[in-house]
């Protein structure tokens, strides 16, 4: 394991957040947090989600079970309401100014928008990764993976064991493992993308959300990202969002057909499990699509 302080404080925290003594588990140990979500899956359903930019309805009465620790992917034609759903998801799409929403966003039966629920909170259980990798390019590897645990101020008792237990369940420690302290916009693409998987997993996030984490990746990267996808699914649910049909079959248990007619909102037209959807669906829209015969 590498160490890189001795100090009884970790080298990336401005805010003051105490290391616990102990002799640090295993790198395929789970390493504890305090203050982090509470351990295992979450299933995340959704009850007639909808939702609005300005008056205008771009997703409509969405009834979707993701079940825990199980992977689903969203598939559908562009601009039908995926992105927008998982953002729903993660409290993103209260940021925008123009936006509202409606229906009953639950995980683990718990409604993520009832009164007193923080959109911090959510954030936490439900980890994002973005389409376009986003590191801090002038922040450490190290200090990336640590990241969300200072700005949540979670503490752990063994860092170090906690960043190469991250970047192993990336698919990243043995590329980056003696360069924990190069920048990480210094890595590739395919490796900063798995950097910031890393840093979602960190904070050992209930659920992990991927908007088309491969679509500006090379065929050996995308690779990478869907055998972590594989090694995760029994450690966090994760859904995401993909245009590749064949990246769809692959890494998923459960997948939900969007669509969306023209100046109509998105809604799912079928979902179920994945051999099902891409081999006998019920809807013939489902197999058109899936085959390539439209989107």
């Not at 997703?59 to 079970?65: P, Q, W, Y």
Request: proline share 7%; with cysteine; aromatic share 4%.
């Amino acid at each position: 394991m590498t160490t890189t302080t001795n100090s009884n404080h970790a080298s990336v925290d401005d805010v003051d957040i105490e290391l616990i003594d102990d002799p640090g588990p295993a790198s395929d140990v789970r390493p504890g947090l305090v203050g982090g979500p509470p351990p295992g899956c979450a299933s995340v359903e959704t009850r007639r989600a909808c939702a609005w930019f300005g008056d205008h309805l771009v997703l409509e009465n969405v009834d979707l079970l993701m079940p825990a620790g199980q992977v689903t992917a969203l598939i559908g034609p562009s601009g039908c309401g995926k992105s927008t759903y998982l953002r729903m998801l993660n409290r993103m799409h209260e940021l925008v100014p123009s936006a509202s929403l409606g229906g009953d966003f639950l995980l683990d039966g718990v409604d993520i928008y009832q009164s007193g629920m923080r959109a911090q909170e959510v954030r936490l259980r439900m980890g994002m990764v973005f389409q376009k990798p986003n590191p801090f390019p002038a922040m450490s590897i190290r200090d990336n993976v640590l990241a969300g645990l200072k700005l949540a101020r979670i503490k752990c008792h063994d860092k170090d064991g906690l960043v190469e237990w991250s970047l192993r369940r990336a698919g990243l420690w043995r590329e980056v493992r003696n360069r924990l302290t190069s920048p990480g916009g210094a890595l590739s693409g395919g490796q900063q993308q798995r950097l910031c998987i890393a840093r979602a997993l960190a904070v050992q996030p209930n659920v992990l959300l991927m908007d088309e984490p491969c679509s500006a990746l090379d065929p050996t990267s995308t690779r990478r990202i869907e055998d972590t996808i594989a090694e995760l699914r029994d450690e966090v649910t994760v859904i995401i969002v993909t245009h590749n049909m064949q990246q769809a079959q692959r890494v998923s248990d459960q997948c939900a057909f969007f669509l969306a007619a023209e100046h109509q909102p998105g809604h799912v037209v079928e979902h179920g499990p994945t051999t099902t959807m891409f081999d006998n669906p019920d809807d013939p829209r489902t197999l058109e699509y899936v085959h390539g015969r439209f989107g």
